[in-house]
């Protein structure tokens, strides 16, 4: 085996889980994360199929067992705001779900003492050559990697300066939401409640913290612009689309302004011709993000990381025959994947199916 040095963009589940295997197999390993610590993400991931095969190779599945959510289902509410139905757990919870926190902060851990790694900064130039890859940071100074891999999300840096602009890439699911937390008032215990009208949907769960109540407000839109702007006019979007809804609305609306833990974000999916360039991969959402609304996205990042180190393991230092290998054997679930993503958008309020890219 030849070893490499090698640098990861994004420190969340695809990037620690690649970092753990391609260490495991002897490479240097680098992992730099925009965020100045480990993200305390508000909502909770869940896993399904070989993903939890991968947890248990990391050695990490009874811990992660240990985070269960434990959820009892979705109530589904009617307009007058009356129970209508329920959805069993496993509609949202997968074979198993946690919050995304706890994830995180155990691939983080797992892989901390041989890996390397670099919060707060991010990489801002990459330039392909030869024998390997130059690499320039906003904060830190140039450095020389054999590969890179972009396991940056859906808006990879790693794949805007190695593939072409996000335009090229992102497909919008015609849905954005905000999302937030508040005082658990209801009540609810491992448990959620989902509200749909024709444009917009609220979704209420309460899991691991019983005194909060999370809560998702999501409607119909026509491109993630959104996701740029300020707060402000995030909010002011939100509640046009909230405006005459009733039920839980008015006070929910309330309750997004005080929050600490606001954020709002698109429900979009990454379509690419090819998933690596020369040196540069990319894994997890950064190359084919399901959405959010695909219950996939966590499951997908980890079974890719792991497709991706096994065929660098297997290819003897060919990279190129990897990357090939990773992308053949992985496009078949990605595309299922992303068939649910397009069809649950329409669940929450989205209803354009995949519509067209746009630029940003
Ligand atoms: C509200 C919401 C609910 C979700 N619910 C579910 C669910 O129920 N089930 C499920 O399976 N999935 C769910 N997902 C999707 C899931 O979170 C993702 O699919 C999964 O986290 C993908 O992992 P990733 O490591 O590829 O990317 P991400 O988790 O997006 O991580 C990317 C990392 O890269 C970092 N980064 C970004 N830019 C840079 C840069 N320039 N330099 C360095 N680092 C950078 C980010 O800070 C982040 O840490 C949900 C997502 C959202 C937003």
Redesign the pocket.
Known sequence: MTKMKVLI???????PALAYFLHRDGHDVTV????PEL?DSG????FRGAALDVLEEVGILAEVRGHETNMRGTALIDERGVEAGRLPAEA?AGELEVP?RELTQILHRVTADGVEYVFGD??SGLTQHGSGVTVEFERATTREFDLVFG???????VRQLAFGPHADALRHLGLSGA?FSTANYLGLYRGGMLQQAKDAAIYLFSADRADRLTV?LSFATASPALDRRDRQEQERAVRAAFAGHGWQAPRLLEAMSEADDFYF?SACQVHLDRWSRGRVALV???GY?AA?TS???????LIGAWTLARNLALSGGDHAAAFSAYEAELRPYVAENQAKGQQAAAMFGGGAGPASSHAS
């Open positions: 963009s994004g420190a969340s589940v695809a990037g730099v994360e925009r965020a993200r909502y909770a991931v869940d949202f995304k991010s990489i396991a940056d999300g859906a808006y990879s840096k999302g998702s974000s997890g959402d950064a993000c959010p219950g996939m996205g966590t499951s997908q990042a």
